[in-house]
């Protein structure tokens, strides 16, 4: 049985009166035997567990009172790790990690090349990024700190939901600082600050094949990358000079890597094209829909597609961000109101945060920031 | 069908959901950076003449999807076949074309890189991955100087000695590229990768 009470913040408490039928949040630290009511043991006739804990998963912390996570037969032979799942660790049983990694390795192996995989049915929609859910919960370990972003910001839905998804099934440590993850899951930006060689970076893939839209059958662009033959591709961007007198591609703009396949960078703005090239973290990319997994090792060679005559250009911004001053960065223009105002930010939020802690102040900071 | 022995069913992964983890972040790692051996985490404890390295990296990536090649010395091992039987599922392949990873435990009579599985032009992922047991590698100016992706500056590395051959076979496979087979090479706690992407690198 389950009411929903409200409690002093005037958020709504979950009370149940079976404390095994309420969601229990996974987590690497211990388990705290002193919080909230003990469900069930008869302290002054108390039949109420608190599960705070399963209204807010992203905080990490056990909140099944006395009860200690999934002690059961593989808890015995578990120690440090106690509180850890072990049976579908990060939510993917081990089958198909074993087979996500099998992909890894092989797409490292061949810079750039598709591998084909498995892909699973993931608790979320296709276009949300399960292919880099996929690959990350391959990949990630008890040790690691995830960051995720989406489109440079670590608190819009779709970095928030995934961070909590793997805080619940895989208990590991999160956070929003670039410098401090080890795995970063993104969706379409690379953070600002120059990723390290104990980074991996990995990336949600709408559409790996960056020739699906000049030749929509696989058939024939899985021959078109066999025999290297990619004029295809340069016509598509000729054609841009040719309507626009530049290339007017701006994002997902297509890379070669080490000098043997065209891959899609996934759909970054090609702001982002140089920090891939010889980046010192491994990037991993996962498209679950189209159920493609590839790589780039670090120290690889990625070169953005152009011509003599037409070299490839970034984006470049006349102004700095409004709140932190930054400039060679990515910027986001924000609505201000309904007369045309408007500012630009930086996009990468945890590099706005960083630079604004370190006292630098944009044009519509104010001194409250 | 031989008995199953207890043999068999030992010396597996204790806790295989982490150390599997941990196996592979380390080959992940020593794929990306080809030819620096890094420490493996070796927990498991198969039956000779199988090495525990070669045992861990095979309850990491072996499973019944996987068909493996054994090479002579392994496969007339029945505690070894029924060990890898038993951990991983593994069917194992009569013929090193029909393998996705080969284990090798006498590098000296390995067959030809190019007996194993060498992918398509369109699917170059069809390929053998050969984990190899090596007595231990070499870093020093003698060895072959080595490059590509992965490679902040070129590395020297050997696995093999000279009269192995391996290093002729190793240009032929990277001139298939992106077809050919990638290796591991374990030597005891040590192992090191080499992605068919690795090639020589050219000399002053």
């Not at chain 1, 469900?39 to 992203?58: I, N, V």
């Not at chain 1, 578990?78 to 089958?95: H, K, N, R």
């Amino acid at each position: 049985m389950m009411d929903v009470d409200v409690n002093e913040a005037g958020l709504p408490r979950v009370v149940v009166s079976d404390p095994a039928a309420g969601f229990t949040p996974l987590s690497n630290s211990p388990p705290q035997g002193g919080r909230g009511p003990v469900g069930g043991l008869g302290e002054g006739g108390s039949e109420t567990a608190d599960l705070d804990g399963a209204l807010s998963p992203l905080e990490g912390e056990s909140g099944s009172g006395g009860e200690p996570p999934r002690e059961g037969a593989l808890g015995a032979v578990l120690d440090d790790d106690a509180t850890l799942p072990t049976y579908s660790f990060a939510y993917l049983d081990e089958q198909t990690k074993r087979m996500i990694r099998r992909a890894i390795l092989k797409g490292i192996a061949i810079p750039g090349y598709q591998v084909p995989f498995a892909s699973r049915e993931m608790p979320m929609p296709y276009g949300w990024g399960t292919g880099g859910v996929q690959v990350t919960a391959a990949v990630i370990g008890p040790d690691d700190v995830l960051k995720v972003i989406d489109q440079g910001a670590d608190d819009t839905t779709n970095a928030v939901a995934i961070r909590g998804f793997f805080q619940k099934t895989a208990g590991v440590a999160t956070t929003t600082r670039t410098g401090e993850a080890t795995v970063i899951q993104t969706r379409h930006r690379i953070p600002e600050r120059t990723l390290e060689a104990h980074q991996i970076l990995v990336y949600q893939v709408p559409i790996p094949e960056p020739l699906r839209y000049l030749e929509p059958r696989e058939t024939e662009t899985r021959k078109l990358h066999g025999l290297e033959e990619y004029g295809l591709m340069h016509v598509k961007l000729y054609e841009d000079i040719a309507r626009h007198g530049h290339i007017a591609t701006t994002f997902a703009y297509p890379v070669k890597v080490e000098g043997r396949y065209i891959m899609d960078p996934s759909p970054t703005p090609k702001f982002d094209n140089p920090k891939m090239h010889r980046s010192k973290a491994l990037q991993l990319f996962g498209a679950g829909r189209e159920k493609r997994i590839y790589a780039v090792p670090p120290h690889t060679d990625v070169v953005s597609l152009d011509f003599e005559d037409h070299p490839f250009r970034i984006q470049s911004f006349s102004q700095p961000c409004a709140l932190c001053a930054a400039e060679g960065v990515y910027l986001d223009e924000v609505i201000l109101d309904d007369r045309g105002g408007r500012m630009f930010v930086c996009s990468d939020t945890d590099h706005c945060e960083e630079r604004r802690a370190a006292g630098h102040r944009g044009a519509l900071s104010g001194e409250a920031l | 069908m031989a008995a199953v022995t207890a043999e068999a069913l030992e010396g597996g992964f204790a806790r295989p959901v982490f150390q599997t983890q941990a196996v592979f972040r380390v080959l992940m790692a020593a794929l990306a950076e080809p030819a620096r051996p890094l420490p493996l985490p070796v927990e498991a404890a198969p039956p000779a003449p199988l090495p525990p390295g070669l045992g861990a990296v095979a309850l990491t990536l072996l499973d019944p999807d996987t068909p493996v090649w054994l090479d002579p010395a392994l496969a007339a091992s029945q505690p070894v076949r029924a060990w890898l039987a038993f951990h991983t599922g593994a069917p194992v392949a009569a013929e090193p074309m029909d393998a996705a990873f080969a284990l090798v435990v006498d590098p000296l009579r390995l067959p030809p890189l190019a007996a194993f599985a060498q992918g398509t032009a369109e699917y170059p992922d069809r390929s053998t991955t050969l984990v190899i047991a090596v007595d231990r590698f070499d870093t020093d100016p003698s060895a072959p100087l080595l490059t590509g992706p992965g490679f902040e500056a070129p590395r020297r590395f050997r696995a093999l000695p000279e009269r192995a051959g391996f290093q002729d076979q190793w240009a032929a496979n990277r001139a298939l590229f992106p077809r050919g087979v990638d290796v591991v090479f374990v030597a005891g706690g040590l192992v090191a990768g080499l992605p068919r992407s690795t090639r020589l690198a050219p000399t002053e």
